[in-house]
């Protein structure tokens, strides 16, 4: 049992690229968060999806898009990156959303955009 | 708008001491509380979630308390050891509109705990 699973672990861009974060978990969880962590700021929502199928923009949405591919899988796309964006990206899941539910984190993604 | 808050923003203690670490937030209208403690360039782990209608919750050497009436939660670590150093987060979730669904965080606490 992984828990949730983020890939890549460390990437470097440079201005105007494109990548895209994957995130994955096997607790059978329906929703699904990505969150950025930035020095001074704490953690921030970007997007979340509260079942498969749906998807909602949360605090700092701009400049990103997702996709929930599956139960199991919510990929996060930068598609023209900014120095802005370089943050350490987090996934997350819990059971449903909006409700007593803990979330559990993956690893991170720490991305630098030059 | 909820906000949270985390006092103080790090400790530095002897290995052995008990202590408590702060949380405070603005808005009473939550889910629940969230305790987090993340390692230097790792994930985060969640230790404690205590629901608006609890008081507190407890896990081995961890008991975390809430107060929603006015706006406090204190994370309670007995007997420190070395493996406990790390970044302590503390997250609610509201249910008022603009904060339904969010975990919204405090900065957090840099703890160390010195042998």
């Known amino acids: 049992n992984a828990g949730v699973t983020q890939t890549p672990k460390f990437q470097v861009l440079k201005t105007g690229q494109s990548m895209t974060l994957q995130c994955a978990q096997d607790?059978?969880?329906?929703?699904m968060y990505w969150y950025r962590q930035d020095p001074g700021m704490g953690l921030r929502l970007i997007y979340y999806?509260?079942?498969?199928?749906?998807?909602d923009k949360g605090e700092v949405p701009n400049g990103y898009n997702v996709s929930r591919l599956n139960k199991r899988e919510f990929s996060l796309r930068l598609e023209s990156a900014a120095p802005s964006q370089t943050s350490v990206y987090f996934c997350?899941?819990?059971?449903?959303?909006?409700?007593?539910?803990?979330?559990?984190f993956g690893p991170g993604t720490r991305l630098t955009v030059l | 708008k909820q906000e949270v808050t985390q006092i103080p923003a790090a400790l530095s203690v002897p290995e052995g001491e008990n202590l408590v670490l702060n949380c405070s937030f603005t808005?009473?209208?939550?889910?629940?509380l969230q305790w987090f403690r993340q390692d230097p360039g790792k994930g985060l782990t969640s230790l404690l979630l205590?629901?608006?209608s609890q008081r507190e919750q407890t896990s081995g050497r961890l008991n975390a308390s809430l107060d929603k009436s006015s706006g406090r939660s204190t994370l309670y670590i007995a007997a420190s050891q070395p493996g406990d150093s790390a970044t302590y987060l503390c997250?609610?979730?509201?249910?008022?509109?603009?904060?339904?669904?969010?975990?919204?965080w405090g900065l957090g606490t840099s703890l160390a705990v010195n042998p």
């Open positions: 997250a609610v979730q509201g249910y008022n509109a603009g904060n339904n669904r969010k975990l919204i």
């Open positions: 999806s509260a079942s498969e199928g749906t998807t």
């Open positions: 997350a899941s819990s059971i449903l959303a909006g409700a007593n539910n803990e979330q559990f």
């Open positions: 205590i629901q608006s």
């Open positions: 607790m059978n969880h329906n929703s």
């Open positions: 808005d009473s209208a939550i889910y629940n």
